[in-house]
Nanobody
Framework: QVRVVESGGGLVQAGGSLRLSCAGS????????VAWFRRAPRKDREFVAA????????EYGESMKGRFTISRERATGTVYLQRQSLTPEDTAVYYC???????????????WGQGTQVTVSS
């Protein structure tokens, strides 16, 4: 079992950039596939991006392609989510999730963080 913790949220002005981090407990976090999701006010949870444990595959939500970048440190397994040119529509709670297996799909994540709030002011 792994515990995941997000960090890096906060208040950002529109046009600014974002870098969120997802760290996992345990020395084997780098063997988990990790994803980012977000939930905006009054909206359903959305899949943002995922990266496989061995860094060879990434997947992005259809509306997230070209807007977000997911990356990962090989040694620690820490996963990052970056976004330039934020808009107020990016305001949401961003969640990190992890699962065994290599497919960076939007599904079947067993371990979830508490989320980090990102608020983009206009």
């Amino acid at each position: 079992q792994v515990r995941v913790v997000e960090s890096g949220g906060g208040l950002v002005q529109a046009g600014g950039s974002l870098r969120l981090s997802c760290a996992g407990s345990g020395s084997d976090f780098n063997t988990y596939t990790v994803a980012w999701f977000r939930r905006a006010p009054r909206k359903d949870r959305e899949f943002v991006a995922a990266i496989s444990w061995n860094l060879d595959r990434t997947e992005y939500g259809e509306s997230m392609k070209g807007r977000f970048t997911i990356s990962r440190e090989r040694a620690t397994g820490t996963v990052y989510l970056q976004r330039q040119s934020l808009t107020p529509e990016d305001t949401a709670v961003y969640y990190c999730a992890a699962k065994r297996g290599s497919a960076p799909s939007p599904n079947e994540y067993a371990y979830w963080g508490q989320g980090t709030q990102v608020t983009v002011s206009s």
